[in-house]
């Protein structure tokens, strides 16, 4: 079955810099990735997500890249503020199939 | 516009009982999706389920464990006789396609 690899599991950056949260799967099937925040004691918040067909798709301060030869998608957040500091997960799925298999998640804290 | 909803939002149980948890999809989805999350881990998938039908079920438990999305009302994930193991965050997610959108979670604790 699927598997999603994510790093880095924590992520500390100075406000106003840029953050990068990278995943690598292993079902060359997978044709879909989201990405989602989740802020202490809330559920999932999808954030951004990405098709197979589409190498890079981005919302404002947030992008995503993904490289389908090799198996792995990222995020990026630039100008970071500090209600970006949350979990971030990313996850996969294979078209038909709709179960979403998860990263271990990203802690991300802006320092101010 | 209501997102979707999980009830109740904190729940604690003693070894033995029973938990019920419900999830209301949001309006016009008619996909539900429950996923269990341990502390400081990721999401995992547990059962997909439309109306009044058990789609993939292949993350439950194979004991225990039960859902339903019956033609009227929430979905209910059942846990019968709880042991400390099950205590967790317990999230529900609801589509119409491929974006699924989460509810706030239900957070189970085992005494």
Redesign the interface.
Known sequence: GENVEQHPSTLSVQEGDSAVIKCTYSDSASNYFPWYKQELGKGPQLIIDIRSNVGEKKDQRIAVTLNKTAKHFSLHITETQPEDSAVYFCAATIQGAQKLVFGQGTRLTINP | NAG?M?NPRHLVRRRGQEARLRCSPMKGHS?V?W?RQLPE?????MV?LQKENI??E??MPKERFSAEFPKEGPSILRIQQVVRGDSAAY?C?S?KG????????TRLLVL
């Open positions: 979707v999980q996909h999706y996923y881990e990721g999401l995992k998938f997909y789609i993939d292949s993350g999230f997610a589509s491929e974006t699924q959108y989460f509810g706030p979670g």
